[in-house]
């Protein structure tokens, strides 16, 4: 690997490489070399070159974590052979962590920094693995037999996970406890080529929402960014993992999933792909529906994301290196389409929303009342358990919405209460200013055989003797200073009024805020929860 071109450069193994047991049968065999955006170098720790995990991260998670605050999408996904390093990539250890525990990190150091109460942050997480073509949640407890997850796709938001534990977190160790937590649930076992061999294809996802309150304006800025890391299953070949059983059948289905994630990039970076009327065409033969996994990433593969791909190499086969370095040097050709998703809400906007999703969910409740009474009614039972989906769905979102508001408001209410104490600094200041006036001290001279002389002494008080020579003019500026002062105090008081009128204004617009939060909760939370609940 050439750490300027950013090269790497596939050599021919020799008779002694181990490498060369599986190509006896090839009749050509030539170096290969391939380009790409970053190559890092870490067989050998001796080496000035060696790319340690700090390396990876500064390189390529960093500056996609700065994409996440901008309001894009993001997604960095592992792959390569069973034993090349991709869950030491993404996961590391103790020593040495990889892309998703710096990545946690650095996300809530980031929002730390942030001192300013108009703007606030809602993270939330979600870990599932694709196992055998089925879901599972890793941030629930194992069960017995397992429970798998169902997809949907909806018209707006694409192929989603139904029941999928959506998280909130608020801090580095709660993110981090959840990754730990879904780390440990993932399914592993041991190959001849990997004693701890991922037999799943895992997904760490990180929502993060930023929202900007204008308090002038009292309008709302969302910026909305989705944070993919994935750690994908190693190809293997049955011969070399001397799988059976169970693990023959788990291999078959992760080359199955590897297989179609090839085929949808080999589609994507077809050049026809992106011509003006083709691309509607090439969208129906991408193969995404072909297995879960591309299913499932169907947007950070072709669509709405800026996304990378980690190729992992090792030195142990010729032929799966070189198939992973084809692989890597054609998924380069993709071109996404990112786009920063920010909306701008107003304060009737909100109110109106909200409103509305309360109506849906009184209709829903509504359906859901009449077809009750009609079960027996042929399809009634498969319509009412749609519905009731579609309900929790609802109210799933009413729930996230009113949580946002009620950050945008607790963020509010805490820029008022700073405002207002500043006000009231200030006020204090002035009043005490207009009780204790300060005499301003006259900077008239007089020059007396050389030497300016102050109208005021400093040390004897009033010097009756210099006042002899005080004319009509400095009389008569004197006079206009006192003036000044007469009129500077009528500023003060009427800018005291102004302020402790604007302070009482603050403390009324507070009040009603608060009261406004209590309501609304009480108004469209409490019912629901209530519902829920029975």
């Keep these: 690997m050439d750490p300027v071109s950013q090269a790497t450069k596939l050599l021919v193994p020799n008779d002694t490489d181990p490498a060369n047991s599986r190509l006896k049968m090839r009749k050509v065999m030539e170096e290969k070399q ?9 067989h050998d720790k001796a080496d000035e070159h060696y790319a340690h995990q700090e390396d990876v991260y500064n390189s390529l998670g960093e500056e996609f974590l700065d994409h996440n605050f901008e309001g894009y999408h993001t997604c960095i996904f592992a792959y390569g052979q069973t034993g090349s390093g991709k869950s030491y990539t993404m996961m590391g250890n103790q020593e040495q962590p990889g892309l998703i525990p710096r990545t946690c990190q650095d996300l809530f150091q980031r929002i730390e920094a942030v001192d300013e109460p108009n703007i606030t942050y809602n993270v939330r997480v979600s870990y599932f693995e694709v196992y055998n073509e089925h879901v599972r949640d890793l941030l629930v407890p194992r069960q017995d037999p397992p429970h798998y997850l169902k997809i949907r796709e909806s018209p707006t938001e694409g192929p989603y996970i139904k029941d999928l534990t959506d998280a909130p977190v608020k801090s580095i160790s709660e993110i981090m406890r959840y990754m730990k937590m879904g780390d440990l ?13 991922s037999r799943s294809h895992s997904v760490f996802t990180i929502m993060l929402k930023q929202i900007h309150h204008d308090m002038d304006t009292d309008e709302t800025t969302e910026r909305t960014a989705r944070i993919r890391l994935v750690d994908l299953a190693g190809s293997e070949r049955a011969k070399a993992t001397e799988a059976t059983g169970t693990r023959l059948r788990e291999g078959s289905n992760i080359n199955k999933s590897l297989t179609t994630l090839g085929r949808v990039i080999a589609a994507l970076a077809d050049p026809k792909s992106s011509r003006n009327g083709a691309s509607k065409r090439n969208k129906d033969v991408v193969p995404y529906r072909d297995s879960i996994l591309t299913w499932l990433l169907k947007d950070s593969l072709g669509g709405n994301s800026k996304t990378a791909m980690i190729a992992c190499i090792a030195p142990a086969d010729y032929d799966e290196t070189l198939s992973t370095l084809r692989y890597a040097d054609q998924a380069k050709r993709i071109r996404t389409r990112a786009k920063v998703n920010q909306d701008h809400v107003s304060a009737a906007e909100r109110e109106a929303e909200i409103a509305n999703m309360a109506e849906q969910i009184r209709m829903l409740e509504h359906q859901l009342s009449m077809t009750e009474t009609r079960k027996k009614d042929v399809g009634a039972e498969k319509l009412a358990e749609e519905r009731v989906e579609e309900y929790q769905n609802q109210v799933g979102k009413l729930q996230r919405l009113m949580e946002e508001r009620s950050m945008v408001a607790d963020g509010k209410i805490k820029t008022l209460q700073t405002e207002n104490e500043a006000l009231r600094l200030h006020l204090k200041l002035a009043l005490d200013t207009l009780k204790n006036p300060i005499p301003e001290v006259p900077s008239v001279r007089r020059s007396i055989s050389g030497e300016d002389i102050p109208l005021f002494s400093t040390d004897r008080g009033l010097d009756k003797e210099n006042m002899e020579f005080v004319d009509e003019g400095q009389e008569g500026h004197a006079e206009h200073v006192y003036e000044d002062e007469d009129e500077g105090d009528d500023d003060h008081h009427e800018k005291a009024t102004e302020m402790q009128d604007h302070m009482q204004d603050l403390l009324k617009d507070l009040g009603m805020f608060r009261r406004k939060i209590v309501d ?7 019912p629901l929860m209530e519902r829920i609940n029975r």
């Excluded at 609304?520 to 409490?526: A, P």
């Design 34 to 42: 391939f380009t790409f955006d970053n190559s890092f170098w870490s």
């Design 185 to 197: 649930s993932r399914t592993t076992a041991s190959t001849k080529m990997n004693d701890t061999s």
């Design 520 to 526: 609304d909760k009480s108004r469209f939370l409490s």
